[in-house]
């Protein structure tokens, strides 16, 4: 069984700083492209990045330059640093990854996996 993680959420003012984290658990052979998401109160999902394996990374149009992905395969966690935050930012976080896991029943091919969600308020 695979399982993600995230955490690093928070209440942050308007220019501050936060770094979610997005851990990765279980039977795991090989994690690809790993992305964040995000879902604010009555919108709908909205993507923000993603990085693949060989820590390529792309964003959302609107969000270069304040906001980072990165990985830590040693780790199997997947970081973004936001910076700048702006009350519009405020939304419930997610990450997603398709992973392929190892053992009896898994896909040959991996699938996606997605986690819980962190909450991040940025207000004063």
């Known amino acids: 069984q695979v399982q993600l993680v995230e955490s690093g959420g928070g209440l942050v003012q308007p220019g501050g700083s936060l770094r979610l984290a997005c851990a990765a658990s279980?039977?795991?052979?090989?994690?690809?492209?790993m992305g964040w998401y995000r879902q604010a109160p009555g919108k709908q999902r909205e993507w923000v990045g993603i990085?693949?394996?060989?820590?390529?990374?792309n964003y959302a149009e609107s969000l270069k330059g304040r906001f980072t992905i990165s990985r830590d395969d040693a780790m199997n966690t997947m970081y973004l640093q936001m910076n700048s935050l702006k009350p519009e930012d405020t939304a419930l976080y997610y990450c997603?990854?398709?992973?392929?896991?190892?053992?009896?029943?898994?896909?040959?091919?991996?699938?996606?996996?997605w986690g819980q969600g962190t909450q991040v308020t940025v207000s004063s």
């Open positions: 990085i693949d394996s060989t820590a390529n990374t």
């Open positions: 279980g039977s795991i052979f090989r994690i690809d492209t």
């Open positions: 997603n990854a398709h992973i392929v896991c190892s053992g009896y029943g898994c896909p040959l091919r991996g699938k996606d996996y």
